[in-house]
């Protein structure tokens, strides 16, 4: 898979494979040796599967709060 030209649009991607893409972005970007096109097209991509996982984080992040929220509910009652 290259991210530089990886059409998947990362709405539909899992969390697992958002992030699994970005390490491997971070890693070639880290790796140097790119262009400057190829440079900023990984960083854009980084970027956009960055936020991604942030989307999967805050709703997991909502849904234990609900359920906690919950569950002190019916404790109280």
């Keep these: 898979m290259d991210p530089v030209t990886e059409s998947t649009d990362t709405a539909a991607l899992s969390y ?3 992030r699994d893409e ?36 805050d709703g997991a992040r909502k849904r234990l709060d609900a359920a906690r929220d919950a569950d002190a509910a019916t404790a109280q009652d």
């Design 22 to 57: 970005l390490i491997a972005v971070v890693s070639r970007l880290e790796a140097g040796g790119a262009g400057l096109e190829e440079s900023l097209a990984l960083w854009e991509r980084g970027e956009a599967l960055a936020a991604r996982c942030q989307q999967w984080l």
């Design 16 to 18: 697992e494979q958002a």
